[in-house]
């Protein structure tokens, strides 16, 4: 096969309703290369975005010259690929139409010989307004809009979130936004490899290779070679491949990663070659098992016969324009989720099927992929030729991502069913039930049991394998988001009241660090209540709602800075009482996947990584709350506000708890000393445990009431650890009260910085009072460290490691280091 790359070729691009071509770039998409071109200012800035929505209201063209040589031409078919064209696209070559297409999520191949030129050849690619296309299509479909504030995304097959979702802008942008090519060949291509893998009882893994061939009626024969790493495994010729000592591909945390390396070359009767085609794979079984239990049915993901509880967060697209993502884009924040203790993530269906660059990494570091198809929230058209399409793009999908060993699960939908079930059970609205059904129970699954290699297919997310939405009934079966805390304002304990099978998405905002606010909004703009705020905190009312959260639990902050630090506390605060809840629950509850990892702009948002790579709080804590061996306390009592405001308290006992998911049973230590502010030790004991892989258990309840009436509950805290071979692999501090009445003494801080080689740092800090969720920063520098937000206890010295990205002296770091905890708030 003769492969002739277009991405790389000097493209341009004009607005077709008269302005001059500019130089374009392929992968891309317009907002980019009119930024690139100083056409348009910052779309991450301030609040530039209302003034950018002109340009989806265009036409747009891409154009490229294409040199083509007798070589190219001497082929019998040649192909046009373009993997990904966003959306409305007409291509032309050298003047003829080639196709129209209306789908994102589908790459296409077309023949152009007949119209290839030795020589010059002129390409070129209309993109005509998605949003025109919106307004003049499918005009009798006019559902409820749930996030696309003018309406209508649904008709298009484009991502979703482009226009405009809660925590992303609305740039309805166009382009080629991935690769696109030449393809020659003569005789016959190679269209892929199907591989099914069979695990024998006896631990040998066969695989059997089934190739598919552009033409498919002809006689091959397959040529194998398989390694791992370096070391060669095996080779030979046939469908078969029999690997009697397989190393197992395990999940995060489980096991290790070995990918296996198969290279195929296939080769038909007559000995012409029709290409060769590599995969990296791994050697795994996963399965979602919903077996009947004693609280109805389960709903886990067992990977190698080994039920996994799911430790992880949802995925939305990496940035608010996807063209070209590579590698780079996907390792900073799929890093972040693996260091975080994470296994699994769940890329949600209202941005895009992710690249080739995002899977390598989910199978290399261990995550599984929760993937869903992309249709989101609102009720998508049930005609012919959207079904035909959605069809199509489910084909080329599964198949293009069958053989990773990180994907465990296809989803038909985010919450379509969940957010209207009310009209989809309305006898009024049977053409829209049936038109739902059709897609999400018949067709899309289908696909998948044709082609997608055994991986699960799972309707919608959340789905409780019938109609119920209740609460009550994600705690027998299926999956649950959760947002009466947030959406609903419902109190952050409301969390331990539902016993969900598997926690799908649940979250709680904050605002993004000063740091990164500088970065798309200057100082004298940045009142977090001001426009270019406002442009970037994409919930209506989110404000009010984390005012409202942070209000129930802080005191009234100092300054901005200082809110900002408290909205992240919070937002610890509720992912992590819902995560630990979820952790206790195992094995009924297999699943913790909060809303969400990661953002595509600069925003307040759910997510636990700011755009800028930077972690907030919950990321830190999201590594505290997701490690293998956890301690955690449920306080069953509460602070009870009466009439007229008075206040008391039912808090009494505390149930410590350890949540085990590591392979392999072990054995630990559980501590508890019981703090009064002034420093004194009141209780203190330990309890030796024993660890069994995915179980939780109730370990030691403590009963406070004598100290609690003693000492009053603003006055005293509980330090609870867990220690495994003298380590100590989970901490967590229990407050008996809100941290609002608690007199907190004057924080006093003692720092010590060693410097080690290539931007290494040891940063030790000592405080002789107890500090909540002391937090440290060095101003200008970008860092990772080992943990951040954490507690600082009377008198014990806290080690941190930190690395720097750029060189830094002790000078300048000392310079730069600044640090708060909570009673530096108010
Ligand atoms: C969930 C998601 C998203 C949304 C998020 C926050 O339901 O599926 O649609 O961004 O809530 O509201």
Redesign the pocket.
């Known amino acids: 096969m003769r492969v002739v790359p277009l991405a790389s070729l000097p493209w341009r691009f004009r607005d077709c309703s008269g302005s001059a071509w500019l130089p374009a770039t392929v992968p891309g998409c317009v907002h980019t290369d009119l930024r690139r071109a100083r056409a348009i200012p910052d779309y991450l800035r301030g609040t530039n975005e209302a003034g950018l929505q002109w340009i989806d209201g265009r036409t747009w063209e891409y154009a490229a010259d294409i040199e083509v040589g007798a070589d190219l031409l001497g082929e019998e078919v040649i192909e046009l690929v373009a993997d990904g064209l966003d959306t409305i696209a007409t291509i032309r070559l050298n003047g003829t139409e080639v196709a129209r297409t209306e789908n994102m999520f589908i790459g296409y191949r077309w023949d152009v010989k007949p119209l290839l030129r030795d020589g010059h050849n002129r390409l070129s690619i209309r993109f005509d307004s998605a949003t025109r296309y919106i307004r003049t299509e499918r005009t009798g479909h006019r559902p409820r809009n749930?996030?696309d504030p003018v309406g209508g995304c649904t008709i298009i097959r484009k991502e979703q979130?482009q226009f405009g979702?809660?925590?992303g802008p609305r740039y309805v942008t166009a382009g080629i936004w991935r690769d696109i090519r030449l393809e020659g060949w003569s005789g016959n291509r190679l269209a892929g490899v199907e591989v099914a893998q069979r695990h024998a009882r006896n631990g040998t893994v066969a695989l059997s290779l089934a190739p598919e061939l552009a033409r498919p009626d002809r006689e091959s024969t397959c040529r194998w070679r398989i390694s791992v790493g370096d070391s060669p495994v095996s080779s030979g010729v046939g469908s078969r491949i029999v690997i009697q000592r397989p190393r197992l591909w395990w999940p995060s945390g489980q096991g290790e990663q070995p990918l296996y390396r198969l290279e195929v070359d296939v080769v038909e009767s007559d000995g012409n070659a029709t290409g060769k085609w590599t995969r990296k794979i791994g050697l795994r079984t996963i399965a979602l098992d919903r077996h009947r239990d004693r609280w109805g049915e389960s709903f886990q993901f067992v990977v190698n016969g080994r039920p996994v509880f799911a430790k992880g967060a949802?995925w939305?697209p990496a940035d608010c324009f996807v063209a070209g993502l590579g590698r780079a884009s996907y390792a900073r924040d799929l890093g972040a989720a693996v260091a975080a203790n994470m296994n699994m993530v769940r890329v949600?269906?209202?941005g895009i099927y992710e690249s080739e660059d995002f899977f390598d990494l989910c199978d290399e570091l261990g995550l599984l992929v929760w993937q869903d198809f992309m249709f989101?929230?609102t009720l998508y058209p049930g005609d012919e030729p959207f079904v035909a399409s959605s069809r199509a793009e489910a084909e080329y999908q599964v198949r293009r991502l069958r053989h990773r060993a990180s994907l465990a699960l296809w989803c038909g939908n985010?919450?379509i069913w969940?957010?209207n079930a009310h009209e989809l059970t309305d006898p009024r609205k049977a053409r829209e039930r049936a038109d739902y059904y059709r897609l999400f129970h018949r067709v899309l699954p289908a696909v998948v049991r044709r082609h997608g290699r055994g991986t699960a297919y799972w309707p919608s997310?959340p789905w409780r394998g019938d109609e119920d939405t209740s609460h009550a009934a994600g705690g027998k079966r299926g999956d649950s988001?959760y947002?009466d805390v947030?959406?609903g304002r419902n109190p952050v304990k409301d969390y331990e009241k539902w016993n969900f099978r598997f926690a799908s998405?649940f979250?709680m905002q904050s605002y993004s660090s000063s740091a990164t606010q500088a970065t798309f909004c200057p100082a004298k703009d940045g009142n977090i209540f001001g426009a270019a705020m406002e442009t970037h905190q994409k919930?209506k009312g989110g404000s009010q709602v984390i005012l409202d959260y942070v209000s129930r639990r802080y005191r009234f902050p100092k300054d901005q800075e200082s809110l900002i630090y408290l909205s992240q506390l919070n937002q610890v605060h509720c992912i992590q009482t819902g995560v630990s809840h979820y952790r206790r629950l195992m094995p009924r509850c297999m699943g913790s996947l909060y809303?969400?990892l990661n953002d595509c702009w600069p925003v307040a948002s759910?997510s636990s990584i700011e755009f800028t790579g930077r972690w907030r709080a919950l990321h830190y804590a999201a590594r505290r709350f997701y490690a293998p061996a956890l301690v955690s306390a449920h306080v069953p009592g509460d602070e009870v506000f009466g009439i007229n405001n008075y206040r008391s308290s039912t808090v009494r006992l505390v149930h410590l708890h350890t949540s085990y998911d590591g392979p392999r049973a072990s054995r630990g230590v559980v501590r508890w000393d019981l703090f009064h502010l002034d420093g004194r030790v009141l209780l203190a004991g330990s309890k030796k445990v024993a660890l069994q892989s995915m179980r939780s258990v109730r370990q030691v309840t403590l009963d406070l009431a004598q100290p609690l009436a003693q000492f009053g509950r603003e006055t005293i805290y509980l330090r609870i650890a867990l220690d495994v071979a003298g380590e100590r692999v989970s901490e967590d501090t229990v407050l008996f009260t809100l941290p609002r009445f608690m007199d907190l003494p004057a924080p006093r801080t003692k720092v010590s910085v060693r410097l080690g080689a290539q931007g290494r740092a040891a940063v030790g800090f000592t405080s002789p009072v107890f500090q909540h969720r002391f937090e440290f920063d060095f101003a200008g520098h970008a860092f990772t460290c080992s943990d951040n937000f954490f507690d600082l206890y009377p008198g014990e010295r806290r080690l941190v490691r930190v690395r720097f990205a750029d060189g830094v002296s002790k000078a300048g770091l000392a310079r730069s280091l600044t640090y708060r905890s909570l009673a530096d708030s108010y």
Do not use: L, R, V, Y
């Open positions: 749930i996030n979130c979702w809660d925590w949802n939305i949600w269906g209202g989101a929230c985010n919450e969940g957010i997310s988001h947002w947030w959406h998405e979250g919930n809303w969400q759910w």
